[in-house]
Nanobody, 124 residues
Framework: QVQLVESGGGLVQAGGSLRLSCAASGGTFSSYVMGWFRQAPGKEREFVSA????????SYADSVKGRFTINRDNAKNTVYLQMNSLKPEDTAVYYC?????????????????WGQGTQVTVST
């Protein structure tokens, strides 16, 4: 069992940046593929980014590629999402996710553990 706690969300103007953090406790952090999903009002939860157990490779949704960067610090049991050039359409609750599956993390159904979510609001 692993517990995930996100932080770093908030209100930012379009074009700005935020860095989300997800601190994990329990389990063996380095054994988990980690990722980020988001859910906007009235929409389904969608994949944002994922990172392998060792930190490489990483993957991104097309909508955030080139703007967001995921990384992890296994010594600190923490995964990060650096979000640059934010757009209003990035507004959502962002959820940290973990899985022990060998199947690539791309859909909510593949997630074994969820954080509580942190709100990101991007204003025009």
């Amino acid at each position: 069992q692993v517990q995930l706690v996100e932080s770093g969300g908030g209100l930012v103007q379009a074009g700005g940046s935020l860095r989300l953090s997800c601190a994990a406790s329990g389990g063996t952090f380095s054994s988990y593929v980690m990722g980020w999903f988001r859910q906007a009002p009235g929409k389904e939860r969608e994949f944002v980014s994922a990172i392998s157990r060792s930190g490489t490779p990483t993957s991104y949704a097309d909508s955030v590629k080139g703007r967001f960067t995921i990384n992890r610090d296994n010594a600190k049991n923490t995964v990060y999402l650096q979000m640059n050039s934010l757009k209003p359409e990035d507004t959502a609750v962002y959820y940290c996710a973990a899985t022990t599956s060998i199947i690539p993390l791309r859909t909510p159904g593949g997630v074994h553990y969820w954080g509580q979510g942190t709100q990101v609001t991007v204003s025009t």
